[in-house]
């Protein structure tokens, strides 16, 4: 299936311009779309059977959170990964989360928390036993938002997924080379310090997590030089 294709799939009878945006963003996001590929706002408006004005309001929204470079006389072209973009994003994700797990240690009755991030951790050695890597990656923000949840503060996960969105870019460049085994062993012992309130321990885990990418981004970036400015 094409991308205009599977793009069109995931529109049909939802309201057009939030829907475009997010679609094209999806599209982006798990390099669907390359960067610095060009995009035709008229191309777009045909191949979906929309006006133009969703498209050319999705194109802005994506210029504004720095994914797509909207330039005089050359057009739209999706925007290559930029470092710059990845530790503000990295910067902003770590505050939330670490935060989060602060108070996680806090909980007075941690018992409903625990059981979902062993639920979690579970289904996630069954994905990476079997080589399901959309399926782990599912896992994987499911435990990570059931630490919100739990906390009770499940209206800010939308918001930690706003400002991780260009980790989640990168992530999809470098997944290939990332191992759910090695991931998995982190969330364990993001979880283990949680359950049993080592504060110390849970901050120094969810820290190395977050921060893991940082040493595979360069090696990727050798393979991909097209996708990267660093």
Known sequence: ????????????GQSM??????AILSMILRLEI????????VKLSKELGVSRTPVREAFLRLENLGF?????????IVAPMRATEFRK???MRE???LALVRRAVELEDNTALCKALDRELKLQAVHSELGDENAFFQSDEAFHKAIAVHCGVADIWPEVQRVKMHMDRFRYAIRSQ?????????HRKIAQAICRRDEAEAITAMTLHLRRANHMIADTAKEHPEYFEL
Do not use: C
Request: no cysteine; glycine share 4%.
């Open 68 to 76: 797509l470079d909207i330039v005089p006389q050359r057009g739209t």
């Open 89 to 91: 994003s990295q910067f």
């Open 1 to 12: 299936m094409g991308a205009a294709e599977n793009l069109k799939q995931r529109i049909v």
């Open 95 to 97: 505050a939330f989360e």
């Open 34 to 41: 390359k960067p610095r590929e060009r995009l035709s706002e």
């Open 17 to 22: 311009t939030d829907r475009v945006y997010q």
């Open 178 to 186: 990332r191992e759910t085994p090695a991931i998995l062993k982190q």
